[in-house]
Structures are given as C-alpha cells and as structure tokens.
C-alpha cells in the first residue's frame, strides 16, 4: 500500500518561489509520478507529471517553463519546483502514482494524501 505526504507549501506573494514535495513510501514500482491540485470552488486538475527515469516529463500549458517535476535518486520522494508564481495558482496540491500518463491526466483516484496549501498573493 503506497502512502503519499505532500509538504512545502505556504504563502507567497506574486513572482514568488516554492519547492512542494511529495514523500512516497510503501511498496511501489516503475511509475509515473504526477502533480494535481485543487483551486477553491474547482475539480482536481492534473499539472505534472515525471517518469521514474526522469527521463520524461510532462506540464500543462498554464504552467511549462514556470513549475519543474523531479524526483530523487531512491525515488522515495518527488519534488515540484514552482517559479513565477500566479495568483491562478493558488490551490491545494497533491502527488500520485500510475503506471500510465494517460491515466494520472484524469486525476481520477480513490486515494490521496493530504495535499499542501499554496496560497500566491497579488
């Protein structure tokens, strides 16, 4: 059972920087590793996503060559660095696990760990 510990965020102002990280224990295998989030009032989106390999990685528009998907040399851990913060991006994130891409994009699972608050200011 794969257990999933989100932590780093907080509040920034606008332009602003953040290093979210997400703990992974239990057992796991070859996977990709996926950033979501949830804004107030709206549904669980998809963000980004790394292979294990890290040879891969994938990013909503909204957020390429702002946010940064990596994950460590054990693979116990994933990390999404965020630049340029918006205030769009305020919201509630969250990491999983999938075998596939196509299905982290539906950000369609049971289980989710508590997620971490990012709060960006104007």
């Known amino acids: 059972q794969v257990q999933l510990v989100e932590s780093g965020g907080g509040l920034v102002e606008a332009g602003g920087s953040l290093r979210l990280s997400c703990e992974i224990s239990?057992?796991?295998?070859?996977?990709?590793i996926g950033w979501f989030r949830r804004a107030p009032g709206k549904e669980r989106e998809f963000v980004a996503a790394i292979h294990w390999s890290s040879t891969y990685s994938y990013y909503i528009d909204s957020v390429k060559d702002r946010f940064t998907v990596a994950r460590s040399d054990n693979m116990n851990t994933a990390y999404l660095q965020m630049t340029n913060l918006k205030p769009e991006d305020t919201a509630v994130y969250y990491c999983?696990?999938?075998?596939?891409?196509?299905?982290?994009?539906?950000?369609?699972?049971?289980?989710w760990g508590p997620g971490t608050q990012v709060t960006v200011s104007s």
């Open positions: 999983n696990l999938d075998q596939r891409l196509s299905a982290l994009k539906t950000a369609d699972y049971d289980y």
């Open positions: 239990g057992r796991t295998s070859k996977y990709f």
